[in-house]
């Protein structure tokens, strides 16, 4: 399409914006008055708001929807339907909704206790190696003197060490 | 729709009375007769679901068919994937109008040797709307049959005024094209002659 041709597609289709709102009724009153002057003096003009007008006159001939008998009361019955089913879930499962709310507000703060648990476990993973030997390392001078282990694990197991002294062999 | 929304059966059938009719004809024109009760019906439940977020005070009509439009639309993009499912044809857009043509088909089947009486009138209408695409139909049978203003319309399609004057501008002036020569000499509408720009 050349320049010119869309120039005047352009200027057509802003004329017919101007005639179309004008029919539609929504120009100002000084957009009114000036669609009028210009139809008063320009034939051009004038033909092609008859021929918009004459279009839209025949959408007229169409058809008005015309509803079966029917209509209103299986409209009706298809509402009822709904709405009996909706009180039947209601009233069989009354708690489900507090219930519901209930798990959803706790959700955050499981999520919170279980990411602190988490983080604690993780933080004191070195201290617990340390707690679990510290039997060993309170006689660790008593160890060194020993220089057969397995003679030690017999005394563990003949119980003379009492409860102070335990983990050998673990 | 205050009575509606306290939960007043009969208030709900007053309302069903009251806009079956024009609902109906809107699914009609922009979507189909056969479907055009099953769509309505879709509607006044979603009216009845939607009850409680009814604000008072806001035009009921421009409400209603803003579900009116969003079911037509549902609708049409139901049938337009059934269409590119069921058959292989060019790709022709989302809001693309009817094959051009199975309107003449159609339209020729209708058209008398001589003047065309007022119901073929009405099919010769028809079959243009129908060319329009989707935005172009619904904002035409919105200002025609709604009698809504640009402001109302832009608010049920969720555009800007401007951008329905544009439209409306654009639709009008492709029906007057499309009937041109129906118009002038009895002639089936012609959809090739139509703008596709919306």
Redesign the interface.
């Known amino acids: 399409m050349s320049n010119s041709d869309s120039s005047r597609e352009r200027q ?2 802003e004329l ?2 101007e ?3 004008y029919l ?1 009724g ?1 120009l100002s009153a000084e957009q009114n008055q000036l669609v009028e002057q210009r139809l008063g003096s320009d034939p051009v003009y004038r033909e092609r708001l008859r ?2 007008e ?3 006159d ?2 007229d ?8 008998q029917s ?2 009361q ?3 019955e ?2 009822l339907n ?1 709405d009996t089913r909706l009180q039947l879930n209601k009233q069989r499962k009354p708690w489900t909704l507090p219930l519901r709310v209930l798990a959803f507000s706790a959700m955050p703060l499981a999520l919170f206790g279980s990411a602190f648990a988490a983080t604690r476990y993780w933080q004191n993973q070195p201290y617990r190696k340390l707690l679990q030997d510290l039997p060993v390392i309170e006689n660790v001078d008593m160890f060194t003197k020993v220089e057969d282990l397995r003679f030690l694990e017999l005394l563990e197991q003949e119980g003379l060490f009492g409860d102070g002294i335990g983990g050998l062999g673990q | 729709m205050l009575q509606v929304r306290q939960g007043s059966a009969a208030a709900y059938e007053e309302l069903i009375a009251k806009y079956q009719r024009r609902v109906i004809a809107f699914f009609q024109h922009a979507v189909s007769a056969e479907v055009a009760e099953d769509l309505a019906q879709e509607v006044f439940l979603r009216v009845y679901r939607a009850r409680q977020s009814y604000e008072p005070g806001a035009r009921f009509a421009t409400w209603l068919f803003t579900i009116v439009h969003n079911v037509a639309s549902n609708a049409i993009r139901r049938r337009q994937f059934r269409k590119e499912v069921n058959v292989d044809v060019a790709d022709s857009g989302q809001f693309s109008a009817k094959p051009l043509d199975t309107m003449a088909q159609a339209a020729s089947g209708y058209m008398p040797a001589r003047r065309a009486d007022k119901r073929e009138a009405a099919e010769m209408v028809s079959l243009a709307i129908q060319s329009l695409n989707e935005r172009q139909k619904t904002a035409i049978l919105l200002s025609k049959f709604e009698n809504m203003s640009y402001q109302d319309i832009a608010e049920t399609m969720g555009l800007t005024t401007q951008a329905v004057k544009s439209l409306l501008s654009r639709a009008r002036a492709n029906l007057k094209e499309i009937l041109e020569p129906y118009i002038q000499s009895g002639l089936p509408p012609d959809p090739t002659r139509r703008s596709d720009e919306d």
């Open positions: 057509r289709a017919d914006e005639l179309v709102a539609d929504e021929e918009l004459k279009t839209w025949l959408l001939e169409l058809p008005t929807g015309e509803p079966t209509f209103t299986s409209t009706l298809l509402v709904e």
